[in-house]
């Protein structure tokens, strides 16, 4: 049931959302990208005329600790809805119930940190049961945290047999990729970087598939350098996985995937944005230096490949973006696809720190979309099925 089909009114509904948002010393919200991808899904249901009851989990407590409360967060919620809300100290029991019993249709309900139960995570029943006592009806609109089978993700949504669907983001979410990887528009350009090819290896693997170009680039490309008998000084490698770097080159070559690698690259002397630096051929890297961000010439090459595709999907940052001596590379791919973008292509930016990069360069508007979920969206791409998806849809 998509969520634009159901009427709520005089509902009672219980929205999963994340609100896992970063706090400062003095519990003030530093980035509320994640409320703010909630109030749809909360303004859907306010207007419908139903009771909206949040529930979220915020950072890592052990037990109850007040610096993760929820209730830090209220003003914020407040500012993005556009209304007062209503806060609980507590998730679930009598006084909880009785708030909701109280309040009248169209208002908004915050529940305490979930994570305050360590039943959240344990994924327990009786726990989920409670939760899912307080409410008529069941919106799982917190992708981040999909891909765990936790009580008030997956768990809560059997005590809701047909009474349960996705929020607009969720919905977003899984269209979107679902778009990328089943889409039978071409070309589609993958573009993976970051850190390790230990950490990509299955979503490689996947796409190798799928794509018709699969562009690598970050650390992990020297060791797919040094696999080819490259030269790569002192750069990212890890020498477990050069084996496997052959295989996919040759993985590719089979499945007649146009792989691209960096052909040239800036080394430096230190892992210091002050160091001293310069361009070379990626193979070419002297002893003492180390790759930390693509050249001109691979930004080029890439470039050629990404304007020329229907869809795009991008992740994982060319260098090491957060030292502004080598975000270069990073940023041409993130304007490269956003004039893609504007272009009619379709494309999606998922996983960690493509999304910091494309946030840290204002970028966000400029591409289709950018996913919310890190970790759940890597274990979506690589074909694994969500429990929190799963769930909604009775599978
Ligand atoms: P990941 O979480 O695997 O996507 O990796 C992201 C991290 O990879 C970022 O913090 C980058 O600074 C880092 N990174 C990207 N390129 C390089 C490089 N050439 N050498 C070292 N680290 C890199």
Redesign the pocket.
């Known amino acids: 049931m998509q969520i634009d089909h159901i009427n709520f009114d005089n509902k009672k509904v219980i929205i999963r959302v994340d609100f896992n948002v970063p706090l400062d010393a003095e519990f003030n919200v530093t980035d509320d990208t994640r409320i703010k991808a909630a109030i749809p899904t909360i303004k859907k249901v306010i207007k419908d005329g139903g009771t909206v009851i949040l529930m979220s989990h915020l950072g890592r407590p052990k037990g109850r600790e007040e610096k993760y409360s929820l209730s830090h967060i209220v003003s914020t919620v407040e500012e993005n809805l556009g209304e007062s809300i209503n806060f609980v100290y507590d998730c679930i029991g009598d006084e909880v119930k009785s708030v909701i019993e109280e309040s009248e249709k169209g208002s908004v309900i915050l529940l305490e940190n979930l994570r305050f139960y360590e039943e959240e995570k344990a994924g327990d029943k009786d726990f989920a049961k409670q939760l899912s006592e307080l409410a008529d009806f069941y919106i799982n609109d917190a992708f981040g945290t999909a891909h765990r089978a936790h009580a008030s993700t997956a768990v809560i949504a059997q005590f809701y047999p047909t009474n349960k669907c996705f929020g607009y983001l969720i919905e977003k979410e899984i269209i979107s990729v679902d778009k990328v990887l089943n889409s039978k528009e071409k070309p589609l350009t993958a573009i993976v ?4 090819v230990s ?2 290896i299955t979503i490689i693997e996947r796409l190798l598939d799928t794509v018709d170009n699969l562009i690598i680039g ?2 992990m ?2 060791t797919f350098v040094k696999a080819q008998g490259g030269k790569i000084g002192n ?2 490698v890890e020498n477990d996985y050069l084996e496997l770097a052959l295989k996919i080159i040759e993985k590719a070559k089979k499945n007649d995937v146009n792989l691209l690698l960096p052909i040239d690259t800036i080394i430096a002397d230190d ?1 210091n944005n002050e160091a001293n630096t310069q361009v070379v051929p990626i193979n070419e890297i002297p002893e003492g230096w ?4 693509i050249g001109e010439k691979s930004c080029e090459l890439f470039a050629a490949t990404i304007l020329n595709s229907k869809l795009i999907l991008w ?8 030292m502004e001596a ?1 975000q270069k590379g990073t940023v041409t791919i993130a304007l490269t696809i956003a004039e893609a973008t504007e272009k009619g292509a379709f494309s999606l930016v998922g ?4 999304v910091a990069a494309i946030n840290k360069f204002n970028l966000g508007e400029k591409v289709s979309h950018v996913s919310t979920g890190g970790g759940a969206m890597l274990e979506y791409i690589e074909g694994k099925q969500l429990p929190g998806i799963a769930a909604i849809l009775n599978k």
Do not use: H, Q, R, T
Request: glycine share 30%.
């Open positions: 970087g970051g850190a390790k950490s990509k970050g650390g490309a020297y750069s990212l892992f180390m790759g930390l961000d992740n994982g940052p060319m260098g090491v973006f957060e080598f996983g960690g720190d493509s």
